[in-house]
Structures are given as C-alpha cells and as structure tokens.
C-alpha cells in the first residue's frame, strides 16, 4: 500500500487478555518501529526491527510485551495479560535504511477495561 | 537526562503570523539526526522536517524550516505565515546513528492558531 497500515484501528479487551496488534509497513521498507503513545504525552520507543537482524528490544516495559517480524513483512506486537496502564496509542513506523525518517501508521487505539 | 527537551507545553500564534517551537537535544554522538513531527487530533504522525548533524544548512521544507545552533544543541521549528490547519502538537525527534537504534521524542509543543 502507500502507506504504513495498522489493524485494529481500536481495541477494547478485558483485564488479563491478550491482544495482538499488526502493522504493515510500506513496501520496501526495512526498518520498522513500535512506539506506545499514552495520553498527553510524547513517544514511547518498544522495539526496533531491521531486516533479518536481531530486534532491538530495549524499550519493551516488560515481559508481557513481544514482537514478531519475519523479514521485511508485517509485525505483530503482543499484549499478553493486559493491564490498566497499558491503555495507550500503539503507533507503528516504517523507514527505507534505517537512517532515514520513519512514516508513521495511524496507530491502534488500546483501551483495557 | 533528556535526550529531547521542549519547553512550551503550549503555544499560541494569530493566523498569518510566524511562531518558532524550541527544542534541546544531548548527545555525545556527533552524528545525529533531528526530526520534526506533526501530530493532529486526529493522531496520525505527519513528517515535517529532518535537519542532519553535518548540514552546513539549515533545513527547509515550504513554510517549515529548521533553526539549527549546533553549539547550543538546539533545533528549533519555525513556521511561518500560520494557518489554521497547524494547530496540532508538534514533536521534535533525535536518531543518534552510532549509537543504537532508537529514536528519542520530546513531550511535544501543542499549537494553536487563532483567527
């Protein structure tokens, strides 16, 4: 597509379900990015894939968090046993080399009851 | 520390006018890049401008440019002739390109343009 698509545009689940959160990124692009946006704030970095290489991990809050990728495809980003405090804007980036700027998804919209 | 400070939580500017959005970066990476970024109610993240550490120049992109004082590491946004369609937050982003692979975003500034 033209640009990074992300599904579902809203989630409302349960306290201590899992959700999974998938982004396309635009076509080509090898480098792709997971951010948590909570209300009022600024951009919270989760996870870093480029290429083949291994994932850079270090933003992920906690182990309920985890991220897939295979190749330079679609992402998945997991929730496992959500909470309150993980209700939060899921925004997704893509960019060509890593080096340059990323394009934005319109994010997933999460909301754990 | 901050890796990306901006200190106007909130900025107001009359229409047709210009307003400047400040934004302080750390590093000790001298090869970076700063980014500007839109973000309307709506949500989506719109790229405005990038500004490398190397730029002799500072950067310009139509009624957007990049006020860029390496020596105080700073980066601020410009825009001029506002329109009522600026109004959103503003974000400013720095990518240290030896030094992992984050990129780090301030608070945002949000803008609102009055008519």
């Known amino acids: 597509g033209a640009g990074v698509s992300q599904s579902p545009s809203n989630k409302v689940t349960e306290k201590g379900k899992d959700v999974e959160l998938r982004c396309d990124p635009i076509?080509?692009?090898?480098?792709l990015y997971w951010y948590r946006q909570r209300l009022g704030q600024g951009l919270e970095f989760l996870i870093y894939?480029?290429?083949?290489?291994?994932?850079?991990k270090s933003g992920l809050p906690s182990d309920r968090f985890s991220a897939e990728r295979t190749g330079e495809s679609v992402s998945t980003l997991t929730i496992q046993r959500t909470q309150q405090e993980d209700s939060a804007v899921y925004l997704c980036?893509?960019?060509?080399?890593?080096?340059?700027?990323?394009?934005f998804g319109p994010g997933t919209r999460l909301l754990v009851l | 520390a901050q890796k990306i400070t901006q200190t106007q939580p909130g900025m107001f500017v009359q229409e047709k006018e210009a307003v400047t959005l400040d934004c302080t970066y750390d590093?000790?990476?001298?090869?970076?890049?700063l980014f500007w970024y839109k973000q309307p109610s709506s949500g989506e993240m719109i790229f405005l401008i990038y500004?490398?550490?190397?730029?002799?120049q500072n950067a310009t992109e139509g009624r957007y440019s990049l006020n860029f004082q390496k020596a105080r590491k700073s980066a601020n946004l410009v825009i001029s002739a506002s329109q009522l369609g600026d109004s959103a937050m503003y974000f400013c982003?720095?990518?240290?390109?030896?030094?992992?692979?984050?990129?780090?975003f301030g608070t945002g500034t949000s803008l609102t343009v009055i008519p």
């Open positions: 500004q490398g550490s190397y730029d002799q």
């Open positions: 982003a720095m990518r240290e390109w030896n030094t992992g692979n984050q990129f780090y």
């Open positions: 076509s080509g692009h090898t480098a």
């Open positions: 590093t000790s990476d001298p090869s970076y890049g």
């Open positions: 894939f480029q290429g083949n290489s291994a994932p850079d």
């Open positions: 980036a893509s960019s060509s080399r890593g080096r340059e700027t990323q394009y």
